[in-house]
């Protein structure tokens, strides 16, 4: 059988094939924020995609020259916090401006390189991964004192150093170094703990016995609350992934992934994290079990999209956002964008596109290009108008509408004898949103954009020991059914 690409064109068929044989491309017009009716009308009829299309409440790009690598959302402060080589540049949403930067300790050392970075949970201090000087440093976000703490890098490597961090609620804080050149081994007990409640701070190689031999460059990441860490190991053949908690400090919870780790998010309130391996994203519940491996199906895949650092996840852990890049970095005509999936199902709930590129690295270590607000709705990007750090640019994206999700339902199991208070966390809760357990009602409910508290009523004997399902809708029209709950 000869291939149908070879006698496409002389066919007629466009590169679409075997898809989209027939297809409309048109310029938007102008339209209120929010979502609108696609329609198309011929001679023979019409048909309407309802709400099927949304107009962004807004997408504003700060330019400001700099090799952005890592962005992190402050929101007592309402700022942004971008590390770039030798400093960090802070920019704040409620003036919509670039403040002067952070410096580390004594100024910018001179093989500086700064990396990952994270807040401690009462937003006292910034903690800095600086690659270069091989160091973290604890900044005060106010008055830019602060604090440097030697690490040391990683034997048989020709460059190496901290990382990621994640800071605590104990008053430690998780460091992963990463060794890169001069060596054909992984890295070794790469996984650092250090202790901030001793002055100076002190380092060592985490204690914690379920991770202390685990050979690969750890990805960290912690909640707001610092009561949870979550580790993705990369370079490492076994591809584990593990989980502290802070009501057992001295032992992670592990479970093979068989996959080396490329990047990793995790979900503020911890109860959600994803990590990128082999060209797709598995999604797993704070207890490691796994809850999706996103796969767009065929039709909504874009030729030469290429997945971008950043993986995030909504505060409730109900969806996932996911920045691509619609071809090689820094070609003409490339633009960014995020895909918002469902992160129980997979499916695709809104695609975004970005007037700019995503600024990206090889992988999480080097870089991690998006973040979200507390709620989900703006979205915060390191792009660049070509893909050059002389054109880089904080861009942030305000969704007119946050797409529905459930993240958790607690308590998940409650007794048939009488009504319960459940708390639902999702996304996109609108007034007047409604839940049910097999068409039971709740009685009067309080709700916020990403909380659903109500009180149900008994459940009928027949459904008393079934699995049930929560259907969550909003007015707008949008429905949701939540994973089985008993």
Known sequence: MQNITSIAASIGLDVSYPFSLERITLQTPSGPSGKADVSISTPSGSTTFAKSFQYLQSVQSHAKPALFKFLLYDQKRQRIYLTNIDHIDV?????????APLQPPGGPPPNAGLRGLALTPDSGQIVVADFGAQS??????VLGTGTTVPVGGVPAFTNSGPARVAATSTQTVFVGLSGEGGSTGACSACLAQMNLT??????????????????????VQGTAAGDRVFVAFGTSSSGPVAVWNASA??????????????????????????????????????????????????????????LVPGVALHPSGALLYQPFLTGAPGSAGVKGGI?????????????????QQFMTDIDGLHGSFLTTDENGQR??????????????????????????????????????????????????????????????LPAPHSRTSTLFLSSFPPLPPALSKSPSQIPTANPSGSTLHSPPTK
Not at 199 to 216: C, D, K, L, W, Y
Not at 255 to 284: C, K, P, V
Not at 395 to 406: F, K, N
């Open 339 to 355: 895909d918002i999936l469902d992160a129980h199902s997979g499916a695709l709930r809104l695609r975004i596109f970005l007037p």
């Open 91 to 99: 920019f704040d949403l409620q003036q919509n401006i670039f403040l």
């Open 249 to 306: 400090p001295n032992q992670f919870v592990t479970s093979l992934a068989n996959a080396s780790a490329t990047d990793l998010g995790a979900s503020s309130d911890g109860s959600m994290f994803a990590f990128h391996s082999n060209g797709a994203d598995e999604i797993r519940a704070a207890d490691l079990s796994l809850t999706s491996v996103p796969t767009s199906a065929e039709l909504e895949q874009i030729p030469g999209r290429v």
């Open 198 to 219: 001793v002055s100076p701070p002190t380092i060592q190689p985490a204690p914690q016995p379920e991770v202390a031999s685990i050979m690969g460059a750890p990805l």
């Open 379 to 440: 979205l915060f990007a390191i792009t660049s108008s070509d893909g050059t750090p002389q054109n880089a640019a904080l861009t942030i994206i305000q969704l007119a509408a946050v797409p529905l999700g459930i993240g958790t339902i607690a308590p998940a199991t409650v007794s048939a004898a009488a009504g319960a208070t459940l708390t639902i966390r999702g996304s996109g809760f609108q007034s007047g949103a409604t839940a049910s357990i097999n068409g039971n």
């Open 136 to 141: 973290v440093y604890l900044l005060d976000p």
